[in-house]
């Protein structure tokens, strides 16, 4: 009897011995036709984030070990794209021509399976919703085609053989949501798509959105439209907030996001406001709300890098200096050199939509304060491959005022100091060098005028 429980206790030793730990990361690898370039970027299909970069050999052949949440990513061969979904323990090897990347990708290995299921489901979702845009129905139209849809996807997810329960209830799931993500839209979307102003869903349209659980944080990881549904809600309740408390939105939204129950959740929605630090008005106020409810130290740590860097350029300090920047009529200018006038600051690029929206109102600006105590300077942080192109568009737009180029672009000490990672970005300082309004108003903003008007500019 011993030695029978000996030899079990030996089998028993050697079977755990060999048992693996699960991957915490996933394989990716294949081979590219038509190559062209020497790396992949991957980065999260949701929020654009970088996750990695994998080096392309010569003869297209690539192998990397990928670390990062499971979920959708993007992957990017020489501005051609396709999405591959990644979960630890995946081994994915992928093989296509990269001048039609999406369209000849093939998938195989381990998790090939889930990834030819998305790619089904979106090629079925696409047929049957056809060329014409669903928001333009009307209500009973609208809830026929859309119920059509997820039958049709449900029928197709249990159909595919291979898949794992645990990816298969989450697009159950998903299914669902994004359907109630759609019935959710319709009322804006039918509004503007059919042309009809004040349009209303009838009092029962929308029922079936307040069954929705939105503290299911197992949801809002495996599910983007669930994700999608719940930053709604909490957008939708900030905007109650906005209105009854007449407080600024940035705020409402840090209230309304930290009511959230779950914390994993709460803690996402409040990822997505830390950067709205650097043009907040309520800086302690934001700070102070922020930290209260969040418990993702790195998010907190970044936050607090932030809320530092701004108490030192508030209102009424002394602003921090640049020097010797290349200036576009010839030299260098510092700061300094602007002494004794008032300040008005741009900071742009060339690539930057809305800094180009502005320039017409700025030069109206300009025009109107010609004569006046101030000096409009604008600061490029293009790149310094770009700097023929800043000195082009200048002459094609026939910009006025100073015309800068920062030093290292947005790694410039100035523009670090400012804690600015948003463009454009205006700053209005005193003849001497103190920071009147760090964010002040835009050009096409009457509130720069009522700015100039208190100055007494």
Same mark, same amino acid.
């Given at each position: ?126 047929e049957l919703e056809g060329t014409e845009n669903i928001y333009i129905l009307e209500e009973d139209a609208f809830k026929d085609k859309t119920t ?150 790195? $998010? ?5 890098? %932030?809320?530092?860097?701004?108490? *030192?350029?508030?209102?009424? /300090?002394?602003? &921090? @200096? =640049? ?79 100073? $015309? ?5 672009? %947005?790694?410039?000490?100035?523009? *670090?100091?400012?804690?600015? /990672?948003?463009? &454009? @970005? =205006? ?31």
């Amino acid at each position: 009897m011993k030695k029978h429980l000996f030899i079990m206790g030996i089998a028993m030793l050697a079977f755990s011995c060999s048992k693996k730990a699960p991957a915490d990361y996933a394989l990716v690898s294949g081979q590219f036709s038509n190559n062209t370039d020497d790396k992949i970027i991957l980065i999260s299909f949701n929020d654009r984030a970088f996750l990695d970069t994998l080096q392309v050999s010569s003869d297209g052949t690539f192998k990397d070990t990928i670390r990062g949440d499971k979920g959708l990513y993007q992957l990017i061969y020489n501005k051609m794209r396709t999405n591959i979904h990644l979960e630890n323990g995946y081994n994915l090897i992928l093989n296509a021509d990269s001048k039609a990347l999406d369209s000849t990708v093939v998938i195989t290995g381990t998790g090939a399976e889930e990834n030819n299921f998305l790619r089904a489901r979106s090629k079925k979702t696409k047929e049957l919703e056809g060329t014409e845009n669903i928001y333009i129905l009307e209500e009973d139209a609208f809830k026929d085609k859309t119920t059509t849809i997820v039958t049709a996807l449900n029928e197709l997810l249990d159909n595919t053989e291979g898949l794992s329960e645990p990816f298969r209830l989450a697009q159950q799931k998903d299914i669902k949501y994004t359907y109630l993500n759609k019935l959710g839209n319709y009322e804006y979307a039918h509004a503007r798509y059919a042309k009809k102003k004040d349009f209303k869903v009838s009092p029962d349209f929308l029922s079936e959105l307040d069954l929705i659980d939105y503290n299911s944080e197992e949801d809002y990881i495996d599910s983007r439209a669930y994700k999608a549904l719940v930053g709604k809600h909490y957008r939708s309740k900030a905007a109650e907030i906005k209105t009854t408390e007449n407080i600024s939105k940035d705020i409402a939204d840090l209230k309304a996001f930290s009511t959230a129950k779950n914390q994993t959740i709460k803690n996402d929605l409040l990822g997505s406001t830390v950067a709205g630090i650097t043009r907040t008005k309520h800086l302690d106020e934001y700070y102070n709300l922020f930290m209260a409810a969040s418990t993702d130290e790195e $998010q907190n740590e970044t936050l607090k890098g %932030f809320y530092e860097n701004l108490k *030192k350029v508030q209102d009424g /300090n002394p602003s &921090p @200096k =640049f020097e010797n920047y290349v200036n576009y009529a010839g030299g260098t200018t510092s700061l300094d050199d602007l002494k004794g006038k008032y300040v008005y600051i741009d900071v742009w690029a060339t690539w930057c939509g809305p800094c180009i929206r502005e320039i017409p109102a700025l030069k109206e600006t300009e025009q109107q304060y010609h004569d006046k105590n101030i000096e409009f300077v604008s600061i490029s942080v293009d790149k310094q491959k770009d700097f023929e192109k800043w000195k082009k568009m200048i002459n094609d737009k026939e910009l006025g005022g100073v $015309q800068l180029f920062a030093d290292n672009d %947005f790694q410039s000490k100035f523009i *670090k100091d400012y804690v600015i /990672n948003g463009i &454009p @970005k =205006f700053i209005l300082l005193d003849p001497s060098g103190n920071i009147v309004n760090a964010n002040a108003p835009r050009p096409s903003d009457p509130k720069l005028i009522s700015l100039f008007n208190e100055q007494g500019i």
